[in-house]
């Protein structure tokens, strides 16, 4: 009984442990942000000893964070929104008919070839190519480039969760007269609301924390995205830390939220809906 | 699928019900989205592998230069200690997540009280983009106003400056990789274990086997899949690591730091040698492909193995 005892004690003590670590340095990150220049420099402390709200007016007013904040919300709501039509058609395709040469299968791998390429094997070509077509530090060249890549993700997810509505529900309205395309947006997408908002959130996530792409092909505050912003104010000669923690606590907190949302479905979407 | 329409009364003029079934044919359904991958990644890829055999002065493609840049790189010493560098980041940092992982899962696998909580508090740290976890971390590591040096110091073991010193900095830059990406490996291997069949475990238990007999003989092996899709996805996207290096130490101090593609984006967009910078690119790429190949060659001989 005892040794059980122990057991328990030290599985509480582990992940308090691991609590503690995961969690700390965002308290950090978040003190330092509320301190004054002279208390983050005076030793440590785990809480801010005279509060201010200084660093985020800075980051706002020197910093050109709103232009980042909204040059982020832009791309990421429109590429994404386009990622979602693009990627849901074809999912259903892939997950309705049986095409030919077995390429639903062949498709698929496509989509997952192209989500795990990494960033800096395209980033190059990419930026060579927006060059020649003035699209460098645009929104709307960052907008094509993640609303593309950002398909095959949605291809993928939708396709999993398409598969797991009935084929009769569909098929019913059909025989009531809706064409095939009436079915899927009256019938069946409805059905998949849950599936497509959990596949919007990861696909907001993603495109959201993305930096090398935006690093690379977008240069000024009217182009750059909140991770190129927060990355700007390191490249300083002089670290400023204030604005620093505070650029990364606002950088954080809308993904965080997100993320605390759709945990449910984390799983699903980490391994393309292998494990469920 | 013709016979859809067929049950659909006729509506309208032909023309109409031409298009309707040009709307549902799942090759249209499909143009889109194979359109826009073709440009944003088909076409870039072998764009990309082109401009790896192309010569580029200042920053201007000046033609073909057959294998010169794979002959530079090769040559190229810092481009080995990149590689090397790398692959130790690589293998040191997926092998402790996945031990991490793994250990923290069976220990909240069974307690699913306090799972929810726990779940969302250790899963934050690989939500947030990983600029911003190299800002956290350049807050904990910084030697004037950080948290390590201190915590170091009380601990009796002096002020590591750990991005300052190379041996440290590395260490100190897997050791956050690990602190991002441990989770993932967590939650995957949770939701692993949470769907296991529970039969064969339990049978083994009444029959009196120990918790690491349980592990090792019948645990494991079921979770197998699960691990595997887990740690090759962990490896995939540990070989791309940028961000974060980029944040913390730029490559430095001297080369401590220094991946396959800080180096290459230095290559490509500090010294605008694009063609170089796709060769080392390709290169990686190459290498990881043979790599993985090896890999599953080998877990297949090792399945049928235990199979049989």
């Not at chain 1, 005892?2 to 030290?10: I, M, P």
């Not at chain 1, 070509?125 to 003035?134: C, S």
């Not at chain 2, 690589?90 to 402790?96: E, G, R």
């Not at chain 2, 290498?287 to 890999?295: F, H």
């Amino acid at each position: 009984m005892s040794r059980e005892r122990a057991l328990a004690v030290a599985r509480v003590a582990v992940l308090g442990v691991a609590i503690v670590v995961a969690l700390f340095p965002f308290w950090w990150m978040l003190v330092t942000s509320l301190k004054q220049p002279v208390d983050i420099f005076r030793g440590v402390s785990l809480v801010p000893q005279h509060p201010t709200g200084d660093n985020y007016s800075r980051l706002f007013g020197d910093y050109h964070m709103g232009s980042f904040l909204v040059n982020s919300l832009i791309v990421v709501t429109v590429s994404v929104a386009v990622s979602l039509v693009l990627g849901t058609l074809a999912a259903y395709a892939l997950a309705r008919f049986r095409l030919r040469f077995g390429l639903n299968q062949s498709a698929l791998v496509a989509a997952l070839l192209v989500r795990t390429l990494p960033p800096i094997l395209l980033v190059i070509p990419l930026y060579l190519t927006l060059t020649k077509y003035g699209l460098l530090n645009t929104r709307l060249g960052l907008i094509v480039i993640y609303g593309g890549l950002n398909t095959s993700f949605v291809i993928w997810m939708m396709q999993s969760f398409l598969e797991e509505i009935p084929k009769d529900i569909e098929e019913a309205a059909m025989v009531d007269g809706d064409s095939r395309l009436r079915a899927l947006f009256r019938v069946v997408l409805p059905l998949a609301a849950p599936g497509i908002a959990a596949t919007a959130i990861f696909s907001v996530i993603t495109t959201y924390n993305d930096f090398l792409l935006a690093l690379t092909l977008t240069s000024t505050p009217a182009a750059q995205t909140v991770p190129v912003g927060v990355s700007t104010l390191i490249g300083k000669i002089q670290i400023e830390w204030g604005p620093m923690a505070a650029a990364g606590v606002v950088g954080a907190l809308p993904i965080m939220i997100f993320a605390i949302i759709v945990q449910r479905h984390f799983v699903r979407g980490l391994t393309f809906g292998a494990v469920k | 699928m013709g016979t859809s329409s067929v049950a659909v009364p006729a509506r309208g003029r032909r023309g109409s019900e031409l298009w309707a079934r040009l709307l549902a044919s799942p090759w249209l359904l499909l143009a889109p989205a194979a359109i826009a991958l073709a440009a944003v990644a088909a076409y870039p890829l072998i764009y990309g592998v082109r401009a790896s055999f192309h010569a580029y002065r200042y920053g201007r493609d000046v033609g073909s230069a057959g294998l010169e840049n794979y002959r530079a790189i090769f040559e190229d010493h810092t481009f080995w200690t990149a590689l090397g560098t790398t692959a130790k980041y690589v293998a040191l940092a997926v092998s402790i997540e996945t031990l991490l992982g793994l250990g923290l899962a069976l220990l909240v696998a069974s307690q699913l009280r306090f799972s929810r909580f726990i779940r969302v508090s250790l899963v934050l740290p690989m939500t947030v983009a990983p600029v911003v976890v190299g800002v956290i971390w350049r807050l904990m590591y910084a030697s004037d106003i950080g948290v390590v040096n201190p915590l170091f110091s009380a601990l009796g073991l002096g002020k590591p400056n750990v991005l300052a010193n190379p041996g440290s900095a590395f260490l100190g830059v897997v050791a956050v990789d690990v602190w991002e990406w441990t989770p993932l490996l967590f939650l995957i291997i949770l939701a692993g274990l949470q769907s296991l069949p529970q039969e064969p475990i339990e049978a083994a238990r009444v029959d009196g086997a120990g918790p690491v007999r349980v592990f090792f003989d019948h645990t494991l092996p079921l979770l197998r899949p699960v691990l595997m899709v887990a740690v090759v996805l962990r490896l995939i996207d540990a070989v791309g690591t940028f961000d974060q290096i980029f944040v913390l130490t730029k490559g430095g101090p001297g080369t401590a730091t220094q991946l396959i593609s800080t180096y290459s984006y230095n290559t490509a967009f500090q010294f605008t040698q694009y063609g170089r910078g796709m060769a080392m690119v390709v290169s990686l790429l190459v290498l990881v492909l043979l790599l993985t190949i090896v890999a599953i060659k080998l877990m297949r001989n090792a399945a049928a193995r235990t199979s049989s």
